[in-house]
């Protein structure tokens, strides 16, 4: 494995039940390219606690007047210097240091200020990320995670469980998919927020938790400890083909995803033939991109960007060192983004893999997380990418070599015509004349 670069965020398509985070979309360990000089100045150390929210204590009107003047202008000062459009969508961005002089009394204030000056960029990437998201997409970034290893969905405004993760603590303790989380440690969940609940859930290894739970018309108590959860963002399978393995990548965000990556392709080193699907894939970490694309490429560029720094605006290229060489194909689809669209976009433009599927999403644009004092975050954008061609894939996205799409009759039959085109590809690309099997549509 090579050594690993700063991180940049990329996310594209933003989905629902995803915590918006930040190419396009993250950054890594968060040693993050710069971090934001403040010189002396009271912190947020004091006044934020360990779930990633204010804590009780009240700082006086003096700090809490300095800090949240500290707080707007370490976020308009990042902008100033590091935004990728120096004309600021179009307006004198100076005018906005000023603006809210002598009205920011608390953080509060500070937050509702700075949404108005980013909101003025037009640029939905460009956001402010309060203590809690910060501390949420750093524990994605990590891949480490605390809990039980649930994931929780709101529904007719109850918590419901969505599916118990395989081997973790509430599998193991008997929570089932469906199940309505009715209090949680003896706290009602009524008028709780999703995030609340998550909140409640999580918490150190090796304490426990206590979760009513509505199964029917009975109601069950279960408690389990909170434990690490292993974030699995590579899933494998074996075809009854004896010639082609498939590879899902669901995320490029954790900092293990390069390592399952190559795990997975030395699976397969005995298939001359593979199928690697990014449908749905909405992004996760340059580093992360780049470094599976060469794994895959033996020579060529992968990608550059372009920003008004030096440190924004970089060519990458592939080390020679490639771990996969032979027959592949790549499934792609509108929810396919950022960094899947660098993958894509690389692999393409070399003529190094098939695309099969319907266009990508379309975002080619690279964001930092620069963390605020030690609570909050500002996610910028600071670069534009290119596609080894020099194509701006932004808002336009990735056309593939073969297009397919699924009928209303594929679906109601679970046929994957996608998977199944891209398996008939393979047969003829190894010359097999043997008709190829019906494929279905792969579970999440």
Same mark, same amino acid.
């Given at each position: ?9 990329? #996310? ?32 947020? %150390? ?77 640029? $939905?990437?460009?956001?402010?990320? *309060?203590? %809690? ?10 891949? @480490?995670?605390?809990? /039980?290893?649930?994931?929780?969905a709101k529904k007719d405004g109850k918590i419901v469980v969505v599916a118990p993760m395989p081997d973790t603590p509430a599998a193991k303790a008997g929570v089932r998919s469906k199940d309505e989380i009715v209090t949680i440690d003896k706290t009602s969940t009524a008028g709780m927020s999703l995030e609340d609940a998550?909140? @409640?859930?999580?918490?150190? #290894?090796?304490?426990? +938790? ?6 029917? @018309? ?38 293990? /995803?390069?390592? $399952? ?10 298939? *001359? ?16 991109? +780049? ?62 893999? /098939? ?11 690279? #964001? ?19 596609? *080894? ?13 073969? @297009? ?13 015509? #996608? ?26």
């Amino acid at each position: 494995m090579r050594k690993r670069r700063n991180f940049h965020w990329l #996310q594209g398509a933003v989905r629902s039940l995803e915590p918006v985070f930040l190419v396009g979309g993250l950054v890594g360990v968060l040693l993050l390219l710069t971090v934001s000089g403040c010189g002396n100045r009271v912190s947020f %150390r004091d006044y934020v606690d360990r779930s990633g929210t204010h804590t009780t204590k009240n700082p006086t009107s003096a700090q809490s007047i300095e800090m949240a003047r500290n707080l707007y202008e370490a976020v308009w000062r990042n902008v100033y210097l590091d935004y990728v459009d120096s004309g600021f969508n179009g307006q004198d961005w100076g005018r906005w240091r000023h603006h809210y002089d002598g009205e920011l009394k608390d953080l509060d204030d500070a937050q509702v200020a700075i949404s108005s000056m980013l909101a003025s960029l037009g640029d $939905e990437y460009t956001r402010y990320l *309060p203590p %809690r998201d910060m501390k949420e997409q750093t524990l994605k970034i990590d891949s @480490h995670l605390f809990g /039980v290893g649930i994931q929780i969905a709101k529904k007719d405004g109850k918590i419901v469980v969505v599916a118990p993760m395989p081997d973790t603590p509430a599998a193991k303790a008997g929570v089932r998919s469906k199940d309505e989380i009715v209090t949680i440690d003896k706290t009602s969940t009524a008028g709780m927020s999703l995030e609340d609940a998550a909140d @409640h859930i999580r918490g150190e #290894q090796g304490t426990t +938790v206590s979760l009513t739970l509505k199964r029917g @018309h009975e109601l069950v108590t279960l408690s389990m400890q909170r434990a690490e959860i292993k974030i699995q963002s590579v899933f494998t399978r074996d075809f009854h083909h004896p010639n082609v393995g498939y590879i899902r990548l669901n995320s490029f965000i954790g900092e293990t /995803v390069p390592q $399952e990556m190559l795990q997975a392709f030395e699976k397969f080193q005995d298939k *001359p033939g593979l199928i690697l699907d990014l449908r749905g894939n909405y992004g996760g970490l340059l580093d992360n991109a +780049v470094e599976i694309s060469e794994m895959l490429m033996e020579k060529g560029d992968i990608v550059s960007m372009s920003g008004r720094s030096q440190l924004a605006t970089r060519n990458y290229k592939a080390n020679g060192k490639p771990v996969f060489t032979k027959e592949l194909v790549l499934l792609i689809d509108g929810g396919s983004a950022s960094a899947s669209e660098i993958l894509s976009g690389a692999l393409k433009d070399n003529h190094r893999a /098939v695309l099969i599927g319907t266009k990508t999403f379309g975002k080619g644009l690279v #964001q930092k997380i620069v963390p605020l004092d030690e609570g909050a975050g500002l996610n910028i954008t600071i670069s534009k990418y290119y596609t *080894p061609k020099g194509t701006d894939i932004n808002k336009k996205g990735i056309e593939p070599d073969v @297009h397919v799409t699924f009928t209303p009759q594929s679906i109601k039959k679970n046929h994957d015509l #996608q998977l199944q085109a891209a398996l008939g590809i393979l047969a003829r690309r190894l010359g097999e004349t043997k008709p190829v099997e019906t494929a279905t549509l792969l579970p999440d």
